[in-house]
């Protein structure tokens, strides 16, 4: 069994596996698309950061003396909010490339193809689009009750943790998402399987948004993350799938 640090340096380790003969040409299209939004998103983060901080920590409030052990806590729920803006827009652009490469980077691995995993990327285009938009839907549902968390004061620690949880799971179902889809898993099943790891889930999370917040690195984030989600599926489910 992988252990859950493992599961966490997951994302970070495949980088170099992007690169090697056969991987090359399917990471170029992601890369850019990630490379474009990533920029947009940076600037729109560093911009509105100071704001986000006055108000969450405002200096006339009594929790504003433990400004040293919450400040962590309210950057970590930040930055999960600007990726989760990123990571939403990279994907619906990109996700007929991912689930390609998520294919690939299998074979790679295993030598062998998933089943039916031969279609052209236009065929990828109409299911990828429908699946992210799925996963928006998800998301969102849950995510508009913590932000309401967020922003009741006295509670808003409560839901700064919860978001950030919530963050680490929505990025590990985001990105398993496409080596899962290769085996016909339907969103339901989906998050059935990863329930069952919910600990790996959350380390492969926190290691995917480690890996957004490392300066040049992160550019090319979004298909290590796909590697990495790939390789997590072969270790925790495949024998399942």
């Given at each position: 069994?992988?252990?859950?640090?493992?599961?966490?340096?997951?994302?970070?380790?495949?980088?170099?596996?992007?690169?090697?003969?056969?991987?090359?040409r399917?990471?170029?299209?992601?890369?850019l698309?990630?490379?474009?939004i990533?920029?947009?998103?940076?600037?729109?983060?560093?911009h509105?950061?100071?704001?986000?901080?006055?108000?969450?920590l405002?200096?006339?409030?009594?929790?504003?003396?433990?400004?040293?052990?919450?400040?962590?806590l309210?950057?970590?729920?930040?930055?999960?909010?600007?990726?989760?803006g990123?990571?939403?827009?990279?994907?619906l652009?990109?996700s007929?490339?991912?689930?390609?490469?998520?294919a690939r980077?299998?074979e790679?691995?295993?030598?062998?193809?998933?089943p039916?995993?031969?279609?052209?990327?236009?065929a990828?285009?109409?299911?990828?689009?429908?699946?992210e938009?799925?996963?928006?839907w998800?998301?969102?549902?849950?995510?508009?009750?913590?932000l309401?968390?967020?922003?009741?004061?006295g509670?808003?620690?409560?839901?700064?943790?919860?978001?950030?949880?919530?963050?680490?799971?929505?990025?590990?179902?985001?990105?398993?998402?496409?080596?899962m889809?290769?085996h016909?898993?339907?969103?339901?099943e989906?998050?059935?399987r990863?329930k069952?790891h919910?600990?790996?889930?959350w380390?492969?999370?926190?290691?995917?948004?480690?890996?957004?917040?490392?300066?040049a690195?992160n550019?090319?984030?979004?298909?290590?993350t796909?590697?990495?989600a790939?390789?997590?599926?072969?270790?925790?489910?495949?024998?399942?799938?």
């Amino acid at each position: 069994m992988i252990s859950l640090f493992d599961s966490f340096l997951l994302p970070l380790r495949s980088l170099g596996l992007l690169f090697t003969p056969g991987l090359r040409r399917y990471v170029f299209l992601p890369l850019l698309v990630n490379v474009l939004i990533f920029g947009f998103t940076a600037w729109l983060g560093a911009h509105y950061f100071a704001q986000f901080i006055q108000w969450a920590l405002p200096a006339d409030s009594w929790w504003h003396y433990l400004e040293w052990l919450l400040w962590p806590l309210f950057v970590a729920a930040y930055l999960l909010l600007a990726f989760y803006g990123f990571t939403i827009v990279a994907n619906l652009v990109a996700s007929p490339f991912n689930g390609i490469l998520a294919a690939r980077v299998e074979e790679k691995l295993t030598g062998r193809l998933p089943p039916d995993s031969d279609t052209g990327l236009m065929a990828e285009i109409g299911p990828a689009v429908a699946g992210e938009l799925g996963k928006l839907w998800y998301f969102a549902k849950r995510a508009v009750p913590v932000l309401i968390l967020m922003v009741i004061p006295g509670v808003n620690v409560i839901g700064s943790l919860l978001w950030v949880l919530l963050g680490f799971w929505f990025l590990s179902l985001e990105y398993l998402d496409y080596p899962m889809a290769n085996h016909h898993l339907h969103p339901a099943e989906q998050r059935k399987r990863l329930k069952e790891h919910t600990l790996h889930a959350w380390a492969f999370g926190a290691g995917a948004n480690l890996l957004m917040m490392i300066p040049a690195v992160n550019l090319a984030a979004m298909p290590a993350t796909v590697a990495g989600a790939t390789r997590l599926w072969l270790k925790l489910f495949s024998e399942k799938g």
